[in-house]
């Protein structure tokens, strides 16, 4: 541990600390346990609609609490929780593995955190006091128009998508320029870890597909608050453009949880493999091509629209297309373990569910691909089931393994193992219990988001399944979080590589410091760690020079990695928050008032341009800096 740069990059002690925090690892910590507290939260919501589905007829829940309840689930699950949850890791685990001290624009980065919890906690607030949204996650025109859904409703949830959105436009924003130009020396793009070029690439869906909804629900908002027209046939607009341009972003977020999802299994499969990845170069153009084909599905949920039959044929085969890039990832993986020495710990449980559960979901993914099967079952169990299937399947599941697999790196503790298989089979038989009966209750014609059903279809033994695996699925979750907060504590200490991995997050200690490298690493291969060292070194492996009383990061080019200058970061500060507190005000106060954009506007203008005030001591050291060779 260096004093000196320890003193140099920390984060102030204390309340005020925890306000002006901007090390990447903070912010990515508190994302990752505010997107598992959103997920708790969701999940509660959850398992009342199953009690209250449990049995036919049944009177725990009524119709207008019940809708508020699937909304708010939904919204959470998907907006509040798989998206962020997945920018937590990449914002805690990419500076590390690039072999970085920091992330581009670490004042922004904490912004958006702000934003996303204050965005949530918004969302939340609001079903406590009965103005919770009730039209659907996906808020379909026009049921959540004005003339359907008077009230306030439905401008929380548009309002709440923009708060959610913002944050992850700016993170992935933030991503984008880590790697790009933060990497070590020698990291080229030919030799980014695969966990990296898979973040790098849902972060430029994420820049491509989220103004798609922002621009949606502005306009939903515009139609409910100013009484413009977007969305209403009658005076010019069009009901459908929701449609259009709500799954153009839709479509694309299934595959920002689903990627990430794909990260961790080609993180975690070498190492317990005990070998490198098999077919990299494969991997890679996968993960782009899977990117570029998930804009080109979105009518995939529109096809009980009248869009023609010829346009429908096309979106068919491109939602069977972009199944043959994830078989290719299968693949690799199934021959990097199938030639590697198995090591079978509970993060690969987790992985190897993933490839029983995800082949399922995407067999009925292929199936719903069919128009006229989709005709019959949209809209029925069988779609929740699907969805189930391949987001708790290809990200839930992989996202639990990569939580055992990292939580060395976040806390310096193992978690206990029997714990962590106790947690695996709970979940893993849970799921399947609460989740494939659905398909059949699909089959058979119930309906989604129905709070009732009557004694006569016939429903009721396999809703009451259904509630049985959801119970077991809620006590996998209370074993994960006793097994997480015990090895917290008392778990057995880690050091700083115990999977014997080789990637560069490894290289430093569990937990990381401050500063992350002492030295910045110079790469060779795409498994640092992993590769024997000459005696003596041919070339430099770690970078010299860079000053200690300043927050400097080297800056390297963008295909090569080589040095470029030095760069100084901005000290912690208080005024991201406080700007998060502004614009919090601002979206809020205008879903009752469109003067609040004009009037809240002015104390956000004043908070950013205070936040980028430079101090004389930050001036000083980019001054310094410059004039250094």
């Known amino acids: 541990m260096n004093p000196v740069l ?32 959103f997920f708790l939260a969701a999940g509660i919501l959850a398992a009342l609609m199953r009690l209250q589905l449990a049995r036919p007829e049944n009177t725990l829940v009524g119709p207008d609490l019940y809708n508020q309840l699937f909304t708010t689930h939904g919204t959470a699950m998907m907006f509040l929780f798989a998206v962020p949850v997945m920018q937590g890791m990449a914002i805690y685990l990419v500076p590390l593995m690039v072999g970085a001290r920091s992330v581009a624009f670490p004042r922004m980065n904490a912004f958006a955190y702000w934003v996303y919890l204050f965005g949530g906690l918004f969302l939340f607030v609001s079903l406590l006091f009965d103005i919770g949204p009730d039209a659907g996650w996906f808020s379909y025109v026009p049921l959540s128009g004005p003339q359907y859904t008077p009230g306030k409703r439905a401008d929380v949830w548009a309002q709440m998508i923009t708060f959610t959105e913002l944050s992850g436009l700016l993170v992935a924003v933030v991503v984008i320029a880590t790697v790009f130009k933060l990497r070590a020396p020698g990291l080229t793009l030919a030799r980014l870890p695969l966990f990296v070029w898979a973040m790098l690439v849902t972060a430029f869906m994420i820049l491509f597909a989220m103004p798609s909804v922002m621009l949606a629900s502005t306009a939903l908002i515009l139609d409910r608050l100013v009484s413009t027209h977007f969305y209403n046939p009658a005076e010019g607009g069009d009901a459908l453009l929701w449609q259009h341009l709500f799954w153009f972003f839709g479509h694309p977020e299934v595959y920002f949880i689903f990627i990430p999802g794909l990260a961790f299994m ?28 998930s804009f080109g599905l979105w009518v995939h949920h529109m096809f009980a629209t009248h869009i023609p039959d010829l346009g429908k044929s096309f979106f068919t085969a491109a939602s069977m297309m972009i199944a043959i890039p994830t078989a290719i990832q299968i693949f690799c993986w199934i021959t990097t373990m199938w030639k590697g020495r198995f090591d079978l710990r509970t993060p690969m449980l987790f992985v190897l569910a993933f490839f029983f559960i995800l082949v399922l979901g995407g067999l009925t993914g292929l199936m719903v691909a069919s128009v006229p099967l989709d005709l019959q079952l949209h809209d029925t169990y069988f779609v929740v089931a699907h969805l189930h299937y391949v987001l708790l399947g290809g990200a839930v599941f992989p996202l639990f393994g990569a939580w055992y697999y990292w939580f060395p790196k976040f806390t310096g503790r193992l978690m206990s193992e029997r714990l962590g298989r106790w947690q695996f089979w709970l979940f893993f038989v849970g799921f399947n219990v609460a989740f494939y009966p659905m398909h059949h209750l699909g089959l058979q014609g119930m309906p989604r988001r129905v709070y009732t059903y009557p004694v006569d279809m016939g429903w009721g033994a396999l809703n009451a399944l259904s509630t049985a695996g959801a119970v077991m699925i809620a006590a996998s979750v209370l074993v994960f979080i006793v097994n997480a907060l015990g090895s917290r504590r008392g778990g057995a200490l880690a050091g700083e590589n115990p999977w014997g991995a080789g990637t560069l997050e490894w290289a430093t200690a569990s937990p990381p410091p401050p500063y992350n490298f002492e030295r910045p690493p110079v790469v060779r291969a795409r498994d640092p760690l992993w590769e024997p060292v000459n005696e003596p070194p041919a070339e430099p492996t770690q970078v010299v020079g860079l000053a200690e009383r300043v927050r400097e990061a080297l800056v390297t080019t963008v295909v090569d990695a080589l040095p470029s200058h030095r760069l100084a970061f901005p000290q912690p500060t208080v005024w991201p928050f406080i700007s998060a507190i502004a614009v919090t005000v601002m979206f809020i106060g205008s879903i009752f008032t469109p003067w609040a954009i004009v009037w809240g506007g002015i104390p956000v203008a004043i908070a950013v341009t205070l936040w980028f005030w430079p101090k004389r001591r930050e001036t000083m050291a980019d001054l310094a800096v410059e004039k250094r060779p």
């Open 6 to 37: 320890e003193q140099t990059w920390r984060d102030p002690p204390g309340l005020w600390g925890t306000l002006c925090a901007i090390d990447h690892k903070t912010i990515g910590k508190r994302t990752i346990v505010t997107a598992f507290g």
């Open 266 to 293: 080609s993180s975690i499969i070498p190492t317990f493999s005990r070998r490198p990845i098999y077919g990299y170069p494969a991997i890679v153009l996968s993960l782009i091509s899977t990117a570029f084909l």
